[in-house]
């Protein structure tokens, strides 16, 4: 492992090819691989440490034999990454031309960022946000109620 400090909680991602999935966060995020340890015989990825901004994140092939299996295995993920980053126009695009499927499109939400989520091609989804505009509390309530009311 990398001797950069961790933040308190750190994503750890399982992936079905975690050599690919580091090529794409590379292209999707300007993720800058930190660290790779394969197992003994070269086939799958360990453990990797990306970064991203400046945050790191975990990341391993699929062990099913270990009970670690991937999103895309388990056909689903209940779990979201937020990107909060300056500007969610270019990171939105970027990732979707890596590959990043498109579950809500970037609009201006009601609370003051701009917004959209993506699945990754291995399951994971992420929501990219800007924040656009200071809005009190008062006011993301009102336009919340607009926005739910319809």
């Given amino acids: 492992m990398t001797q950069q400090q961790s933040n308190t909680i750190t994503p750890h991602l399982i992936v079905n090819d975690a050599a690919s999935a580091i090529e794409f966060y590379?292209?999707?995020?300007?993720a800058e691989e930190k660290y790779r340890m394969l197992t003994p015989d070269k086939q799958k990825i360990m453990h990797a440490e990306l970064q991203i901004g400046n945050s790191i994140i975990f990341l391993n092939d699929e062990f099913p034999d270990c009970?670690?299996?991937s999103a895309k295995t388990l056909n689903a993920s209940p779990v979201g990454i937020h990107l909060q980053i300056d500007d969610a126009d270019l990171w939105f695009e970027r990732a979707v031309n890596a590959g990043a499927k498109v579950t809500?499109?970037?609009?201006?939400?009601?609370?003051?960022d701009r917004y959209g989520m993506v699945v990754d091609p291995f399951g994971h989804n992420w929501s990219i946000s800007s924040?656009?505009?200071e809005l009190?509390?008062?006011?993301?309530q009102r336009r919340a109620?607009?926005?739910?009311?319809s």
């Fill in 26 to 30: 590379k292209q999707a995020f300007g």
């Fill in 67 to 69: 009970g670690r299996l």
């Fill in 104 to 112: 809500m499109a970037l609009e201006n939400a009601f609370w003051g």
């Fill in 131 to 133: 924040h656009v505009e």
């Fill in 136 to 140: 009190s509390s008062e006011e993301i």
């Fill in 145 to 149: 109620a607009l926005e739910f009311a």
